[in-house]
């Protein structure tokens, strides 16, 4: 799904639900001004974006994250739990969107418990979805 949220409120200016997974999709009759752009999916982690809307269209490239799919590849693998194994450890740091996407009980931290999900799930043992 996709939300505006126009600044400085906390409702929803605009909602819809897009179908699909790839393509362009178009978001007409959004009044002018700056907005906080929402986007989720089931088993994906949310991203949001910062737009301004004027009188010419607004083009945004929006990417989303898997749970526990740090790099964006479409899937957890080792490459991503070493990732966040090294950043638990304090080897080297994930900040942003990929410190979101390894955040597997969302507690806002990444550390052993995260890292033993994502391998169990790597590993087939117990999915994350």
């Not at 969107?97 to 955040?103: G, I, K, M, V």
């Not at 999900?117 to 979805?129: C, D, E």
């Amino acid at each position: 799904s996709i939300d505006f949220i126009l600044a400085g409120s906390t409702e929803k200016s605009y909602s819809a639900i897009l179908a699909g997974t790839k393509g362009d999709f178009v978001v007409e009759n959004v009044a002018p001004g700056t907005y906080t752009m929402r986007v989720t999916k089931n088993n994906h982690v949310t991203r949001e974006y910062e737009i301004v809307v004027a009188e010419e269209d607004v083009v945004q490239d929006v990417k989303i994250h898997l749970l526990g799919d740090i790099n964006g590849d479409g899937k957890v693998n080792s490459i991503d739990v070493a990732r966040a194994n090294a950043h638990a450890r304090g080897v080297s740091a994930l900040t942003g969107y990929e410190l979101a996407s390894a955040d597997i009980n969302g507690d806002g931290k990444v550390n052993s418990v995260d890292v033993a999900r994502m391998n169990a799930h790597a590993r087939s043992i117990s999915l994350l979805w």
